[in-house]
């Protein structure tokens, strides 16, 4: 059953699609989040439906929609160029195989995103894209969610749609996604026009970051309680009152510490110590290897190039009397361990020119979306109140993103490429909104502006000569210009 439902929504998907192309743009986004091909589909599942969509919607968008107007931004250029220099260390990788494994979906996230502004000309295909993004990823966390109130959390236990490791189901990476789309969904429920605000809309609103905050709970991964802190500094910004929020907050935690799970509590608490977990201890072993890996190889080692890697760490051993208290290590020799970092994640495997194209693409994110947001914050047109909001929503985002990444592989985790299309999407937008205001104070100060006045030629009028003794060139009379009147007087 699960299997027919699923099949028969996207295939309706699909055929709206066909008559509506921009709704191929957001079956992608649907199935790169979600990847319903994955729950259930039996002979289905092994069709590439996603590389179907992405072909669908780019013919689609090239015959019948509107690209007048169209131009190519730097970031979009940006992520063009990361794109062309993966794919050159991708050919001179030091893991073929593995490496031509992650070029085959890493093209698709970075082609998508430089190909999404083009389809973003409207506030309605702005809104329905962040729509279907907060709305694919709380399919997955409200299902987490139910399953950790439960008693199903636990690190690496909690089973989503899916039971499978890999992308958006992966522990640490729902949680810093999930924690992403909270600001999005929040957007959604004050601006929102595909459902219009009310209380049904914000009741759901508050379940879906309620699920996204019950994320790094179920999954106990300290990134997403880092995510979780760090957009809550984030929200003291932009919210209007301040002492109610912080008093809010400290009201929640109190609430919420007491029903935590105590195996959640003390993994949280390895935070301020890694020296107390393998876990945070691998990941400085990996940091400290891909450092010195970058030194002899600047250009990097291609996809996966942490295959190569050899570490050796002090394995902490654990009282076992039920108290984290370290009473020994053991020393240990691992090879392999991935990065758990996007920004050694790019050093390693792009090097130099790849980590810097990369923080240089969200770094202007970020101060891209500050201007939208304080051109727009005060005083705006009517129809323009949603603008700074969604500035402000998708610049949350992206530093709640660059922080999590900072602890878990995500340099180029599809969802957060749609982000980037977002931002250069709604960008775009008030470009044209500028260039439409600047064509209109054109127009308006061609008509205000006073022109010289119309030289209209007087009429000729004939006058007698009195001195003339007989006609005048064949005449008896010659034009000659009017007399002024003060002269005849």
Not at 52 to 70: H, N, T, Y
Not at 197 to 224: E, K, N, Y
Request: charge should be positive; include cysteine; charged fraction near 15%.
């Amino acid at each position: 059953m699960t299997n027919l439902a699923l099949t028969a929504f996207v295939m309706a998907f699909f055929v709206a699609g066909f008559m509506r192309p921009f709704l191929f743009v957001l079956a992608y986004a649907y199935i790169d989040i979600v990847a319903p091909q994955k729950i259930g589909w039996g002979p289905l599942g092994s069709l590439s439906i996603s590389l179907v969509a992405f072909v669908l919607c780019v013919i689609m968008w090239a015959a019948r929609e509107d690209k007048s107007g169209i131009r190519l931004t730097s970031r979009q250029g940006l992520m063009l160029l990361l794109l062309a220099y993966c794919g050159v260390t991708t050919i001179t990788a030091d893991f073929p195989v593995e490496a031509a494994a992650k070029w085959d979906w890493v093209w698709k996230a970075l082609i998508f995103a430089s190909f999404l502004p083009f389809t973003l000309r409207t506030r309605l295909r702005i809104e329905a894209l962040v729509l279907i993004m907060v709305v694919g990823v709380a399919a997955i966390t409200i299902d987490g969610a139910f399953k950790t109130l439960m008693g199903g959390g636990g690190y690496g236990e909690l089973k989503l749609l899916v039971n499978d490791n890999t992308g958006l189901y992966e522990g640490s990476i729902i949680s810093t996604v999930a924690v992403c789309t909270i600001p999005l969904a929040f957007w959604l429920a004050s601006y929102g026009t595909v459902f219009k605000p009310g209380w049904m809309v914000r009741l759901f609103a508050l379940g879906v970051v309620f699920s996204a905050i019950l994320m790094p709970v179920g999954t106990q991964a300290r990134t997403g309680l880092i995510c979780v802190a760090v957009l809550g500094l984030l929200k003291l910004r932009s919210t209007k009152r301040r002492l109610l929020y912080l008093m809010l907050i400290g009201a929640g935690s109190m609430i919420a510490l007491p029903l935590l799970p105590a195996s959640f509590t003390e993994r949280m608490g390895t935070i301020s110590n890694h020296q107390a977990d393998q876990s945070a201890s691998t990941r400085v072993a990996v940091w400290t290897w891909t450092m010195e890996f970058a030194k002899t190889h600047p250009f990097g080692g291609g996809f996966d190039a942490f295959l190569q890697d050899t570490i050796s760490y002090d394995k902490p051993i654990l009282s076992t009397d039920g108290q984290n208290r370290v009473i020994g290590t053991d020393h240990v020799l691992e090879h392999g361990r991935a990065y758990h970092s996007s920004y050694f994640e790019m050093l390693g495997e792009q090097g130099y020119p790849g980590i810097g194209l990369w923080l240089l693409l969200h770094i202007l994110g970020v101060i891209q979306m500050e201007r939208i947001r304080r051109r727009y914050r005060k005083d705006p047109p009517e129809n323009l109140a949603w603008i700074s909001p969604l500035a402000d929503a998708l610049q949350q985002a992206q530093i709640v993103y660059l922080f999590g990444g900072a602890f878990v592989g995500i340099a180029f985790q599809p969802f957060c490429y749609m982000l980037v299309g977002l931002q250069c999407g709604l960008a775009a937008y008030v470009g044209r909104l500028d260039e439409a205001a600047a064509e209109q104070r054109r127009i308006e100060r061609l008509i205000r502006r006073p022109g010289p006045a119309p030289i209209v030629p007087e009429p000729l009028i004939p006058v007698r000569h009195a001195h003339a003794a007989g006609p005048l060139l064949g005449d008896d009379s010659a034009a000659v210009p009017p007399v002024p009147t003060r002269l005849i007087g």
